[in-house]
């Protein structure tokens, strides 16, 4: 059974940083999407960065320049680096896996597998 732990979650300054990570377990093949996702208090869940199964790795505008992911393969973590953090980017953040079936395939729009969450909140 996969499964996804987020972790990393805290309170930041405006234009601070955070790392959040993902620690993924159980068997799947290298067929997959990964996404980060968050929700803000009576805002919509929306796709923050996703990485697709090529390792290519699309951010929502909003974030664009200061958001980055990176992927320790070893490790079976995936970071999503926040720099420069703003009120805005408070809210549940999530990490989630969508399988496809074959590498280069476009990302799901439902996934499968999804991290309890983990708390971002930025403010002064």
């Known amino acids: 059974q996969v499964q996804l732990v987020e972790s990393g979650g805290g309170s930041v300054q405006p234009g601070g940083s955070l790392t959040l990570r993902c620690v993924d377990s159980?068997?799947?093949?290298?067929?997959?999407?990964m996404g980060w996702f968050r929700q803000a208090p009576g805002k919509e869940r929306e796709g923050v960065a996703i990485t697709d199964s090529r390792g290519d790795t699309t951010y929502v505008e909003s974030v664009e320049g200061r958001f980055s992911v990176s992927q320790d393969i070893v490790k079976r973590t995936l970071h999503l680096q926040m720099n420069n953090v703003k009120p805005e980017d408070t809210g549940m953040y999530y990490c989630a896996i969508g399988f496809v079936r074959r590498i280069g395939d476009p990302c799901p729009v439902e996934y499968d597998t999804w991290g309890q969450g983990t708390q971002v909140t930025v403010s002064s």
């Open positions: 159980g068997y799947f093949g290298s067929a997959y999407c």
